[in-house]
């Protein structure tokens, strides 16, 4: 993941929003509760993985116009968490947005995009998720180098898929769809919040990558750190195209581990 964001200070004044009336100042409206969701990433790792607390995953999908993910990518995510979550039911909730407007984005921009656009938080037994597919690509990305991010999370029920960064990745190579990217970098992101690795889901046997925070020193697991980037993932998947494996890299042993030590299928 990215470098891990100290915003809830700035998220603290605006947990609770409410609607006055202008003749009192009793709420018109309950106000919505949003401090479940404005947690640190990996807190909600068990809580995505177990039905103890939540047997409902709502996944709201908040894409700039035009930039909606696959339909193909979304059902192997749908296919990850039956693989690795007992959650019954998974929902997607798709929202069109007006672009931003931005040039790049910032994790900050980020955020606060999310404040402004976000319908979706936990309620009752329905865990709410997060992801907005963005029209910009990230402020970090050296083009020149071959260092573009694919997505980050920053909270424990919040990501960011730069859908324009990874369709222009996947439009260089004959190998690598749309999907594959979109499918590679959202199962990847899951996998942070997920808490992997060490981001709050501790470790059965040591395997993260002492080079790389939070990332997995297997070779070719999902979790490796170049995953994140541009380069690194399409080299990875071309690799297991030419081998006739799919395209979209899986957890290892070990990633695996550790999700089941904390409740994972
Ligand atoms: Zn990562
Ligand atoms: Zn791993």
């Known amino acids: 993941m990215k470098a891990k964001l100290s915003i809830a200070a700035l998220f603290f004044a605006t947990l609770f929003l409410y609607n006055c009336s202008s003749d009192g100042d009793i709420p018109r409206e309950e106000p919505i509760d949003r401090s479940a969701n404005l947690l640190s990433t990996g807190d909600s790792a068990a809580d995505i993985l177990t039905n103890e607390n939540f047997d409902r995953l709502l996944i709201e999908i908040a894409h700039v116009e035009g930039f909606r993910p696959t339909a193909e990518a979304i059902d192997l995510?749908?296919?990850?968490?039956?693989?690795?979550?007992?959650?019954?039911?998974?929902?997607?909730?798709?929202r069109a947005l007006a672009s931003p407007g931005e040039e790049t984005l910032t994790l900050q921009e980020v955020a606060s995009l999310e404040n402004d656009n976000r319908t979706q938080y936990n309620d009752g037994r329905t865990l709410a998720i997060y992801i907005y597919f963005a029209d910009a690509p990230s402020d970090g990305d050296d083009e020149d180098a071959g260092l573009v991010t694919l997505g980050a999370v920053y909270r424990n029920t919040s990501m960011i898929l730069y859908e324009r960064t990874i369709r222009q990745l996947a439009g260089r190579s004959a190998l690598i769809t749309n999907a594959d990217v979109e499918a590679a970098t959202l199962t990847h992101e899951f996998g942070h919040l997920l808490g992997l690795v060490d981001l709050g889901t501790p470790e059965v046997?040591?395997?993260e990558d002492p080079a790389a925070e939070n990332h997995c020193l297997t070779d070719g697991c999902l979790m490796r750190a170049e995953l994140e980037f541009g380069g690194g993932l399409m080299g990875l998947m071309e690799?297991?195209?030419?081998?006739?494996m799919a395209q979209?890299?899986?957890l290892d042993a070990?990633?695996?581990?550790?999700?089941?030590?904390?409740?994972?299928?």
């Open 77 to 94: 995510l749908t296919s990850f968490f039956a693989e690795r979550t007992f959650k019954l039911e998974v929902q997607y909730q798709y």
């Open 205 to 207: 046997n040591p395997h």
């Open 239 to 244: 690799k297991r195209a030419a081998k006739g």
């Open 248 to 250: 979209v890299p899986v």
């Open 254 to 265: 070990e990633c695996i581990n550790d999700l089941q030590a904390i409740g994972g299928r």
